[in-house]
Each structure stands twice: as C-alpha cells, then as structure tokens.
C-alpha cells in the first residue's frame, strides 16, 4: 500500500485516486484554465487555445478557435458531463492528464486520457483518447 502527500493548495489542482484516497493533481496554468473553461463556456475553452490550436477527439479533428468553439458547443449541447482529472504525467515532451468522466454518455463514468501540447501560455494541441 501506498500513501499520497498532497501537492500545492491552488485552484485548478483536482481531485483523488483510484483508491478513493484525496490528492491534488498539478496542473500547468493553461490546462488548469481549460478544465475551468469547459465548466462554463465555449468560447472560454476556444480561448485556451492557440489560433491555430488542434483538438482530436472521437476519431475528428477541429482546428482553430472558431471550430474548437463548435466542437465544444456541440459537445455540451448533447451531453450534459462533469470531468476531474485523477492523473498527471508527461509522455514525450507532453503532458498527459488522466480525466474521470461522467455524466449522461453512453458509457459513464469514463477514464479518458487528455494529451496537451503547450505553447506557452496556451494549448497548441489537445487528443482526448480512451
């Protein structure tokens, strides 16, 4: 068995592990800003984004703000979801944050893997994956 200190006391540091055990989860200030985004708004999530930042989820791909913005309307007008992210690692030079996803899907709750590209203060990429 194993124990987990909690990292930091900022907003945008998430919640717990698979044992049920509280952690905070250290997230870099533009992927913080995304996952407050998505509780609110669309075009706060397109605003994450590069100009030209690429979102790949559901075997699509959306690039730019404006098709990020419709991608997320889209997404929120069908389902109706709450993400926390459970994990943080970094894969190749990207930060990949494990999300707990649930809410009216098919499916729910789901793990889903968020992989980020950064470009300074901003996502350039994000691949939601399975």
């Known amino acids: 068995m194993w124990s987990a200190a909690v990292i930091g006391s900022r907003r ?3 919640l717990l592990n698979g044992s049920g055990v509280k952690m905070k989860v250290q997230l870099p200030k533009p992927i913080a800003k995304y996952f407050a985004a998505d509780r609110s708004d669309a075009n706060a999530v397109a605003e994450c984004f590069t100009e030209n ?3 790949v989820d559901e075997n699509h791909t959306y690039t730019g703000r404006q098709a990020i913005r419709r991608w997320k309307e889209s997404a929120t007008t069908r389902y ?3 993400s926390k992210p459970i ?3 970094q894969e190749y030079g990207k930060t990949v944050i494990t999300t707990r996803l649930t809410g009216n899907f098919p499916g729910s709750p789901v793990d889903l893997r968020y992989v ?3 470009d300074g203060d ?3 990429s994000l691949e939601i994956t399975p």
Do not use: N
Request: net charge neutral; glycine share 12%; proline share 0%.
């Open 12 to 14: 945008g540091q998430v």
């Open 53 to 55: 930042g690429v979102v």
């Open 80 to 82: 109706k979801y709450a």
């Open 87 to 89: 994990a943080s690692e």
């Open 116 to 118: 980020f590209e950064l």
């Open 122 to 124: 901003r996502i350039a």
